[in-house]
């Protein structure tokens, strides 16, 4: 008799007979394998698979790596019993089989041997699982894996020369994260990857899938004499010479029992949602062993060994419950000599993910509304899909050393640094990832800002330029950290008790405004999920809320739109000049004697603010963008008054110490020098800059700056018009309190625009508008609507001004006072204070509309990404809101929330089907991979 070299799961006892005891037997298959065939006896749902033997992979070895022909053989029969059963085809696009190729020996030995996913891909497969699915990103993304995989594990490529083609296609696409590149772009690498194979191999990637498949198995095998294999073996006692069996498979889950037990089970699984039971299980114990964790708990899948009739049982009543409750439930139970007794069901916690999930599962199944999956997701829940988070078994063992306002949400890993160059020079020079700590940063602190991963000051609120720039490029962020005392002499920070030094690893948790000491394991989750995709997509048919970006730069715009913005609501124009090459030469119109300085280094300005909007443009082809003139507080562009003082005097003392004539000359030319540029820097301190020379009234002082601004816009806009780009432009004339302001301002702009716009040959239609953010501005709306074109509230300064409070200073002073003891139930810069600032909003926006019915309003202060106050946007009736762009998808979703609640939806009755999912209970449960393909 020919010697059996692979067995299907469903075939353990032609294993035992051949091997004996079931020792032996984990021998023969594997540990993996052994135990995929005894769920698949006892009735607890697997997918069908087969397993190629130990005996094999010695055989193989032994002769050179020349494959049997029987074992293949074997392997083609498997296969084909395997699509028999699941009514597909490996290799046929129109019922597309895929199976993964694990290892698995006798001995668990973890990532030491090699595996194979989503074998059976192919070009034509590919494309059929696409028409199937009409998921393409999904679909390349796995064959770029398979591709990838086949390459490292099959041919012996480097990892690095996919991971570097990958890095370049996010650069290019400008993101960050592999889960934010589309479906063109893994198309793309695909066919990259597959060039790639065949220039380092001098061979195709194998469109025949039968040929992966074989190709796979042999690498597995080979993959046991690895040296990393090897020395695992040497340090865990294990034997070379019993070899890894070959597990073919679509999925493996749990197996168990006894006759009596107890356990706590979730209807669905809570960190991920998939369908099925998911919980804690014991053999011989009461309740209470299994919550207090007195013993070690078994995973539920356990008890379809002991109990499959009592496990069949538990779902048939886990669904009915679910299709009662419409949620997923919380269920203890207990099973006394084989009959199961429920204690309790309740609605599960679960994770943000698990909670989107679920919500879209459930609308499928017939259980939610679509209304009701959105209400039931909270934007908070939206937000942690955007941001990296700690692992929270790590945390829970972490040393907190400090707490602030949690104004960036976030984690964030890496060493000290207490400025901005070196946060800079470490980050780029040397590799390292950073945190920035100061004491509150400045314009001239974004370089170190953009390197770092993090940031914490000792002062500052929620819209201070910390958080405000943190927020603007997704870096976590804690602010206001009282207890934070910084010695930029000693290089050493002290929180409380514990001192730090320069170059200390610490985490930071933007989302909490935690500080850990060391470095803290973080998650990234899939903003790209398909559940939230989907989700995301039913919020945006209900709402009727447009939601816009506060976007600077191109690449932020591009990020925004990504995110699902469908306009710029603010572009802050001197952002801009904050960058290092920038900042000079603003401090030079500034700081200009003269008209003709002031002109030079507005001609210097002009070119750089030109590249900076058609980049704007582009990105946002189509859609609006709202620029707003520069309306930077004067003090921002200013060099530090008491640096310069500090100087000063170093070089009076330096001049006591020289010796020559010529040291002395230079140095008094220093000295004058010095003295004529902190002069004129104490000419324009102001003693309460917010509410000083800014916005519109630099404007007015300095009507140049606004023809520059106003030509370099247009200019852009008729150069992009060229390209066939569809600009769709706005300006916004910041700050105003009187109606005279903005129809002067207008005026310069109209008359510098009309002047490009003959210079060019080209018409760019275009609005003029105005923020509201002074309360006069709001109380006199209908006067300013009778010739703005569209109003957008500036929330930062609008609070600030009714409140009569610096936002800075009040955030880690008396407003903390004020929230603990329930003078103020919100921090108004984080939450609109509706009773207040909301009635003055709701004021300008009668008086407008009521002289310009059509005016277009939005709101572009960091207020457009807080979900409470998006609901009291909605409900006041503007057409849009403009938040950052992280903030985006959760503004989407809080604006769709408002909408459905203002449509008085209510939940639909629970469908009588005492039956629902009884038969997908005992139907086979995928894997992940297997779920995403099926998906």
């Known amino acids: 008799m020919d010697r059996k070299w692979v067995y299907l799961f469903t075939e353990l006892e032609a294993a035992e007979a051949s091997a004996g ?58 296969l084909q019993r395997i699509e028999a059963t699941t009514e597909k085809e490996f290799g046929n696009p129109a019922r597309p089989l895929l199976v993964s190729c694990r290892s698995g020996a006798k001995f668990s030995m973890p990532g030491m041997m090699d595996t194979i996913l989503n074998l059976g891909l192919n070009d034509e497969v590919a494309r059929g699982m696409v028409e199937l699915t009409g998921d393409a990103r999904f679909v390349y993304d796995a064959y770029r894996r398979l591709i990838q995989m086949f390459g490292t594990v099959v041919r012996g490529m480097h990892i690095e020369v996919f991971e570097q083609v990958i890095a370049a296609k996010r ?46 198995t042999e690498a597995v095998f080979e993959s046991w004499n690895r040296k990393r294999a090897v020395d695992y073996r040497n340090a865990s006692g294990i034997p070379h010479d019993i070899g890894t069996a070959v597990n073919i498979q679509t999925m493996v889950f749990g197996n168990m029992g006894e006759t009596s037990g107890t356990g706590v089970v979730m209807s669905r699984n809570p960190s991920t949602g998939e369908p099925g039971l998911a919980g804690d299980f014991l053999v011989n114990a009461q309740g209470e062993d299994v919550v207090a964790g007195t013993r070690k708990t078994l995973d539920i899948s356990a008890m379809a060994e002991r109990f499959p009739e009592a496990y069949q049982q538990l779902c048939e009543i886990a669904d009915k419950l679910e299709l009662h409750y419409r949620n997923m439930q919380d269920l203890e139970f207990t099973i006394e000599h084989g009959t199961l007794w429920l204690l309790q069901t309740r609605n599960g916690k679960r994770t943000a993910q698990a909670e989107v999930r679920i919500a879209v599962d459930m609308v499928d199944e017939g259980l939610l509304g679509r209304e009701e999956a959105v209400l039931r997701v909270s934007p908070e829940q939206v937000d942690f899909f955007l941001h990296p988070q700690f692992d929270e ?43 920035m700590v100061r004491p509150e940063t400045r314009p001239d602190d974004v370089h170190g800002m953009l390197a770092a991963q993090g940031i914490i000051t000792s002062r500052g609120g929620r819209t201070s330029h910390a958080a405000l720039v943190a927020r603007q490029f997704g870096k976590p962020a804690v602010v206001g950290v009282e207890s934070l005392e910084i010695d930029l002499v000693d290089r050493e920070a002290r929180m409380g008790d514990i001192t730090i030094r320069e170059g200390t690893e610490i985490s930071i948790d933007g989302m909490l405004g935690e500080v850990y000491l060391g470095a803290l394991p973080t ?162 301190l102001e003693t309460n800059p917010m509410l000083g020379t800014r916005g519109v009234r630099l404007g007015m002082l300095l009507p140049e700056l606004t023809r520059m601004q106003t030509r370099a816009l247009f200019q852009a806009a008729t150069q992009c018009m060229r390209e066939g780009v569809d600009v769709k432009v706005e300006v916004m004339i910041p700050l105003i309190s009187h109606v005279n302001e903005f129809r002067q301002q207008r005026r310069l702009v109209e008359t510098e625009a009309r002047e490009v716009m003959d210079e060019e040959g080209q018409e760019v239609p275009y609005k003029i508008g105005t923020m509201i953010e002074i309360p006069r501005a709001a109380l006199t709306a209908d006067e300013i609507a009778s010739t703005a074109e569209f109003f957008s509230f500036g929330t930062n300064d609008l609070t ?52 310009r019915p059509d005016l277009m309003i939005g709101i572009c202060g960091e207020h457009g990404g807080d979900p409470k106050s998006v609901e009291f946007c909605h409900e006041m009736g503007l057409d849009y809101v403009s938040c950052s762009p992280f903030r985006i998808p959760i503004a989407r979703f809080a604006a769709a929330q408002a909408a459905v609640q203002e449509a008085g939806w209510r939940p639909m009755p629970a469908a009588p089907r005492d039956e629902f999912r009884r038969e997908e209970a005992a139907a086979p449960v995928p894997t992940e991979e297997e779920a995403a393909v099926s998906h």
Not at 23 to 30: H, K, P, S, T
Not at 35 to 58: D, K, Y
Not at 423 to 433: I, L
């Open 21 to 78: 005891d079931w020792e032996a037997v984990r021998g023969l298959l594997g540990g993996k394998g052994a135990n995929l065939a005894e769920m698949t006896r006892i009735q607890v749902p697997v997918s069908p698979g087969f397993t190629v033997t130990t005996e094999a992979c010695i055989a193989y070895l032994g002769v050179e790596g020349e494959f049997p022909a029987d074992i293949w053989e074997q392997q083609i029969e498997a």
């Open 523 to 684: 998650v990234v989750p899939d903003v790209q999920d398909s559940w939230l995709t989907q989700l995301l997509g039913w919020a945006d048919e209900f709402r009727t809320l447009e939601v816009w970006a506060n976007a600077d730069y191109p690449d932020d715009a591009r990020r925004a739109r990504a995110l699902g913005a469908q306009g710029i609501g603010l572009c802050r124009t001197e952002h801009m000049f904050f960058e290092e090459d920038r900042l000079p030469v603003m401090r030079e119109m500034i700081m200009a004697r003269n008209h003709l300085e002031r002109d030079e280094a507005l001609d210097k300005l002009l070119p750089l603010q030109r590249n900076d909007f058609e980049g704007l443009f582009r990105a946002m082809d189509g859609l609006p963008v709202v620029v707003r003139l520069l309306d930077p507080p004067l003090h921002e562009f200013l060099p530090d008054h008491q640096e310069l003082l500090h100087e000063l005097a170093d070089l009076k003392l330096r001049l006591q110490h020289l010796a020559t004539l010529q040291e002395i000359d230079d140095t008094l030319d220093e000295i004058r020098a010095k003295q004529d540029f902190l002069e004129r820097t104490e000419t324009l």
């Open 800 to 851: 600030q001004t009714v409140f009569g409070i610096s936002r800075d200073d009040a955030e880690s002073g008396f407003l903390v006072h004020y929230m603990e003891h329930d003078v103020l139930p919100a921090n108004p810069f984080a939450t609109l204070d509706i009773p207040g600032v909301g009635k003055i909003m709701r004021m300008a926006v009668e008086l407008g509309r009521g002289v």
């Open 393 to 435: 078994d790590a945390r829970s063992e972490a040393q907190l050393i400090a707490s602030g306002l949690n104004v960036s949400p976030g984690a964030a890993v890496g060493i000290v640094a207490f400025d901005a160059d070196t946060a800079e020079r470490w980050a780029r020079e040397d590799g390292k990832a950073v945190i």
């Open 171 to 216: 650069l290019a696409a400008g993101v960050s994260s592999d889960s934010d590149l589309d479906a063109e772009d893994w198309t793309a690498l695909t066919q990259r990857f597959k060039d790639l194979v065949r220039t380092h191999t001098h061979a195709p990637f194998p469109q025949d899938p039968l040929e992966q498949l074989r190709a796979a």
